[in-house]
């Protein structure tokens, strides 16, 4: 079994920073794509950033050059550092990752169970 588990959530001010981690345990043989998405009340689930195994990254428009994602493939572990964070980010969000048990395995879609993330004007 895999489970994936953030933390690093909380209540900051507007202009503030924030650094959420991920990590994945149990019967992994190698991850893919890690990433980060977020759901505010009322809206749909959307994407934060995405990272590769090899460091590769995508992130949402809204996110460019205040939030940077980044990966311990040692660790098995996501981050997401989010600085000058602003009222309409607050949302809950959730890690993601495509993790195969075996060599031979096809990659399965793993969520975490989000954390929440309040930002206070």
């Known amino acids: 079994q895999v489970q994936v588990v953030e933390s690093g959530g909380g209540l900051v001010q507007a202009g503030g920073s924030l650094r959420l981690s991920c990590g994945a345990s149990?019967?992994?043989?190698?991850?893919?794509?890690m990433g980060w998405y977020r759901q505010a009340p009322g809206k749909q689930r959307e994407l934060v950033a995405i990272?590769?195994?090899?460091?590769?990254?995508n992130y949402a428009d809204s996110m460019k050059g205040r939030f940077t994602i980044s990966r311990d493939n040692a660790k098995n572990t996501v981050y997401l550092q989010m600085n000058s964070l602003k009222p309409e980010d607050t949302a809950v969000y959730y890690c993601?990752?495509?993790?195969?048990?075996?060599?031979?395995?096809?990659?399965?879609?793993?969520w975490g169970q989000g954390t929440q993330v309040t930002v206070s004007s």
């Open positions: 149990g019967t992994i043989y190698d991850i893919s794509d």
């Open positions: 990272i590769a195994s090899g460091g590769s990254t």
């Open positions: 993601q990752a495509l993790i195969r048990a075996s060599r031979f395995g096809e990659f399965d879609n793993y």
